[in-house]
């Protein structure tokens, strides 16, 4: 264990160091945080299959209870139950086209993360930093329970608990909890909790900021650790996870053609999935009903709710006691929170962006063909928090509606969400039909196996792994 | 699985080359000897102990279901529901004293294994090859079920089910089932099947060949597979395991100070373990009580049975309604088969040698301080097999009794294997009393973790697992 207890303190001094300026100091956040014992008492995962590059090498880390897919390097590093997902990593020779130059890929793009601590944390590597094509790297980062990594090189970061990146490149800041930022490059910025912020430059800005009195009831740090709804939320579900981690091979309770339901996701009460459906590992689907091509990826939970088809939950979305149309997308982190008596209807093709909460006091329904952010707990919320698809391809230049500010051109904006979607359909295979370029990581990881790796039991290097590689077989053994 | 059949004609190919002299092919033992998908079913382990120097290295092999202690290295295998315990394996900067000479190890030893196919093979590592000291050698071999190779290097072997090397080098010999051979160093033999051979050149040389109308009841190869009372015995236990592989961190329901009992070990009925015993993986406690400082070591049985302290199964003995006084010997792959109405009583300091048949067809009651070994069923039968330690230690040069020969010094005979077992008692762990220079493997391995390792799932890989390695931590990374 004093091992263990020198990596940290290792990781706060190289995190630090990065953090002079904004002044931050992760040592109380990190220090204690996970209990001792649970970094010898999980088991980290490996995914094999026949789809994905197989390359994983870490040295002198823990990485108990994390997830790996595709190319990883961990050095240095404590990861705590972390998905590292690196299933759309580049390929070697492959061209990236960045301001006009072709740029081809020397070799297989690989996960590096080096020095850095993530609990709870999900990366998912579709990484947009031209600068690197063939790493995708997590260095000198401490990054809380739930934050999201997502196609985002971070050097010097601190997340909070729920802050999102994504696709953007972080040199040095801070993101406050529950806050969503994919804004291209930052550097040296302190990024304030609940605000959810989206620019390409040159096209559009979309500001939102939860009102003060209303994000610590959800999120906030309470003696440098996480409090309030979000966390009881997951507190609450907790054991339900306990069966599944303790088998070698868990069996999926339900199937369809197509579709991938891990055997590391809980399935509760009645549920059903329709063909192409993904169900990631981690995810909670209680009592519900998953139409075509949808899915739900890791750290979601859908509760008591009925998916038409083609619906998307992003990474930590929460559908409770919600009936979704057809084509709907629920941004990162968003918190749909229906009640038994209070049911959320959300129409056809509508948006919840990320870091949305919707959090019924009375039945609601959302509209078609419509984007909702922020805070919405009446039916009467929806006029100061949502607008028509149509109404927003409309801004052009400055506009203000209640506490958000958008500015540039809304069909840009509306554009690119519409086109992240459809990728993020296709990726997943909700399109599969049976040819092998409509497959997605539904069908490829359809067939896979896990190598289970555990830490020393005793003494001083408890809770640490021994160094370990995997590579694939040389085609000259073949 | 086309990469796992091509792997499987290489082996043979190998192995069959080296066993020009005695003409034997492997071909027909080997292919569709496990059923093909059995292959991506199972899962290896890797054990990680504070204890154990770590070293695992495998290229292009399947080594499902088989564990793996200390430092080892296997390439182009194929090694199914084995063990490969390295828990004796010779340290860096020890010496080594040979014909009087004292020899430094330059490196730790390893086990390697090359071009060969185990299945259900014990491999324990205690070495006495003076020529290779840092490697433990096993190339260019098939062996099969319950085989058993100890402290033998092997090149170019085959070893038939339930064969026991012993203590040997061996250099391309077919061994016959059910042999028991530890004699120094053979090259080009052929042992034939039942034949128990202990030679140590210059003191003694001790024989038994089993009648060759009895050994076919119990062993033997039909159409190239084992068939017979002794794969039955195992075949009606197999479904116990089942629950116990299925879990990643099974509990140990029984427990003593200083004991260790394998989370990997079957325990039913009433059992009971006193300080210091130790029950590996593998092995069967069913309905059982052993008393202090009693080993039970992989692939053993034992039901329906008590043992007083300090009593001895070795690999694979098997040993049912029975009682057993104290400081008794089972030897590898013993057969001691009492019944519900024809009990085995067992007097103390008695060795039963090994791979002895006891298939009691009435009450037996085998007396302390003797030494018994062949086939026995009757109480009469122990006038031919069986002798007072005192008896065999008077006898001087050449001797018979019933189908056992013996030349040589009885008493070097038996203080041989007084030392071995008293020597298996210590390494064990059974005279722990707290101090450092007492703890044996009980003691050690009672905090161990175990990396599980899974193979491709699908395609032309299928089988196959990944090159994997596992290393210590750099000590100037702590």
Redesign the interface.
């Known amino acids: 264990m004093e091992?263990l207890n020198?990596l940290i303190e290792h990781i706060v001094n190289r995190v630090n160091i990065n953090l002079r300026e904004p002044l931050v100091d992760v040592g109380p956040f990190v220090r204690g945080l996970i209990p001792r014992d649970s970094f010898?008492l999980y088991?980290a995962f490996y995914s094999?299959?026949?789809t994905h590059p197989?390359k994983f090498h870490f040295?002198?880390s823990s990485v108990g209870g994390t997830y790996f897919l595709g190319k990883c390097e961990v050095d240095?590093s404590i990861l705590y139950k972390s998905d590292i997902r690196g299933d759309e990593l580049k390929r070697k020779g492959s061209i990236v086209n960045c301001n006009g130059k072709d740029i081809k890929l020397r070799d297989d793009e690989i996960i590096s993360i080096r020095d850095s601590y993530l609990m709870k944390t999900l990366v998912h590597n579709k990484s947009h930093d031209p600068e690197n094509l063939e790493t995708f790297k997590i260095a000198n980062t401490v990054s809380l329970n739930y934050a999201n990594i997502h196609g985002t090189s971070l050097e010097g970061c601190f997340l909070e608990p729920f802050a999102s990146l994504d696709l953007s490149v972080c040199h040095d800041c801070a993101v406050g909890a529950f806050s969503y930022v994919q804004a291209g490059e930052l550097s040296h910025k302190r990024i304030k909790p609940g605000r959810v912020w989206v620019k390409s430059p040159g096209l559009f800005e979309f500001k939102y900021h939860f009102p003060e009195e209303i994000l610590p009831d959800y999120i906030r740090m309470e003696n440098h650790r996480p409090v309030g709804k979000l966390i009881d939320f997951f507190e609450d579900k907790k054991e339900d996870f306990v069966p599944i981690?303790?088998?070698?091979?868990t069996e999926n309770t339900i199937e369809a053609e197509g579709a991938a339901v891990s055997p590391y996701a809980v399935i509760k009460g009645v549920c059903s999935v329709d063909k192409n459906v993904l169900v990631a590992q981690r995810s909670y689907i209680d009592n519900s009903k998953l139409g075509p091509g949808s899915n739900a990826q890791e750290n979601c939970y859908i509760i008591n709710s009925t998916y038409e088809g083609y619906d998307v939950t992003a990474h930590g979305g929460k559908v409770i006691y919600s009936n979704l149309g057809k084509n709907i997308f629920v941004g990162f982190n968003s918190f749909v929170n229906g009640k038994e008596d209070a049911r959320i209807k959300i129409g056809s093709n509508s948006i919840v962006m990320p870091h949305t909460i919707i959090d019924a006091q009375e039945p609601l329904d959302i509209p078609e063909n419509c984007i909702v952010w922020g805070y919405i707990t009446k039916q009467e919320d929806l006029e100061l928090h949502s607008l028509s698809l149509e109404e927003f391809s409309s801004i052009k230049g400055q506009f203000q509606l209640g506490d958000m500010k958008f500015e540039g051109l809304g069909a840009k904006f509306v554009d690119a969400f519409r086109h992240r979607i459809a990728h993020i359909l296709e990726e997943n295979g909700a399109f599969y039909n049976g040819t092998e370029e409509t497959k997605g990581h539904a069908q490829k990881t359809q067939?896979?196996?896990?190598?289970?790796?555990?830490?020393?039991?005793?003494?001083i290097?408890k809770g640490?792994y021994?160094?370990?590689?995997?590579?694939?077989?040389?085609p000259s053994?073949?």
Do not use: W
């Open positions: 091992q020198k010898s088991y094999i299959t026949t197989l040295r002198h240095h981690y303790s088998a070698v091979q067939d896979i196996s896990f190598n289970i790796l555990q830490p020393y039991p005793e003494g290097l640490l021994p160094e370990l590689a995997i590579n694939p077989l040389e053994d073949l």
